[in-house]
C-alpha cells in the first residue's frame, strides 16, 4: 500500500511510479496552464495584476507541454484502480489539448464541468471577453467498468433538484486564501475548497483514495481528510508542501456519522419481490392497491401477483392494470398497515438495510 494522508515532495511523474499500480480511487488534477504570458498586465490606473506567472507555469512549446502531459496522464491512468476516475481542471490554453491526450490514452470523458466563477478578474485591456469560467473535464479510467457517483447526493446537496455540468462559485479569496509572512498569495492557483467538496462528494465514498499529482497549498487534502477520505498530494516545490502540510494539520475530520452520503439508487442491492413474500412481510394471499386505490392484486407464494385477468411481476402487472408499457412496482403498488396504505417499497428498505 502507498503512504497514506501525506504530503510527498518531489517530481509528480516519479513519484506516481513509485506507487503501486492501482491504488488510487479517484485523481484530481489541476495541472499547470501554460498560460503563455508575454507581458505584465496592468489595471487602467498602471497597478501590476498579480497574475501567474510563475516558473511552474512555462513551457517551451506547445510539443513540450503535450509530451508533460501525455507522462503525467500516462501514471494517472497505471495508478487509478480499474473502477476509478480522474478530474483535471484548466482553462481554454490547455484543457483542450489534454482532453485530446486523455482520450488518446484510454480515457472515457464522463462530462465536461463548466465552473463559472461569480467573481471573476475583469479584463483590463478591453480586447477580449472576460474570462469567467474554467473546465473540468470527469473521466473514467476504463469506459466498460462501473464508476462511483453519488447522484442522489449531488441532488441533495443542490436542493434536491439535478445537478447540472455548469456550477456557479465564487474563486477562492477572503480568509479562505492562504498567505506567507508577507501578505501575498501562498499560492498563485489555489481552488476554493467548495469546488473540491463538490468533486469528493461526487465521485467518492468514505475512506476512498483521492491523489492529487499537483497538491499546491494542498487544497484537496484538507477537504478530503474533512470528509473522511485519504490522500496522497504530489507536490515538488517545497514551499508549497510545507504550507499544505500546515494547512491540513489544522483540519478536523467529520464525525463517521456525518461523512456518508445519499447513496445512488443504482449502487443499492437489488431485492426480488420474492424475498418480501418468502421473508413473512407480505404472506401469500395479501391484497395490495394501487396508489391511487382503483387496482388490487394478490400476492402469490412465489412473489408474483395476480389480478382479474393476468399474472405476473409486481411491475407487470402494474403496467398491466394500468395500461401502460412500463411500470415501478415497488412505489405503486401499496399494503395495509395500521390501517394506513403503504408503499411496498419500504419493505425493501427493510431488507436492504438487514443486508448492510
Known sequence: MPVLDQVIEGDCVENMRALPEGCADLVFADPPYNLQLKNELRRPDQSKVDAVDDAWDQFGSFAEYDSFTRAWLGEVRRVLKPTGALWVIGSYHNIFRVG???????????????????NPMPNFR?????????????????????????????????????????????????????????????????????????????????????LDPFFGSGTTGAVAKRLGRHYIGLERDKTYAKVARERIAAVTRAPNDAIEVTRSKRAEPRIPFGWVVERGLLPPGTVLQGTQKRHRAKVRADGTLTCADATGSIHRIGAHVQGLDACNGWTFWQFEHNGTLVPIDV?????????A
Not at 104 to 114: E, R, Y
Not at 177 to 205: C, N, Y
Open 347 to 355: 419493505l425493501r428498505q427493510r431488507l436492504r438495510a438487514d443486508l
Open 100 to 118: 485530446a491526450i486523455l482520450q488518446d490514452l484510454g480515457f472515457w470523458i464522463l462530462n465536461d464541468v463548466v465552473w463559472r466563477k461569480t
Open 126 to 210: 478591453g480586447r477580449r471577453f472576460t474570462n469567467a469560467h474554467e473546465t473540468l473535464i470527469w473521466a473514467s479510467r476504463d469506459p466498460k467498468q462501473q464508476y462511483t457517483f453519488n447522484y442522489e447526493a449531488m441532488k441533495a446537496l443542490n436542493d434536491e433538484l439535478q445537478m447540472r455540468s455548469d456550477w456557479t462559485l465564487p474563486i477562492c479569496g477572503g480568509h479562505e486564501r492562504i498567505k506567507g509572512t508577507d501578505g501575498t498569495k501562498a499560492h498563485s492557483t489555489q481552488k476554493p475548497e467548495a469546488l473540491l467538496h463538490r468533486v469528493i462528494v461526487a465521485s467518492t465514498k468514505p475512506g476512498d483514495v483521492v
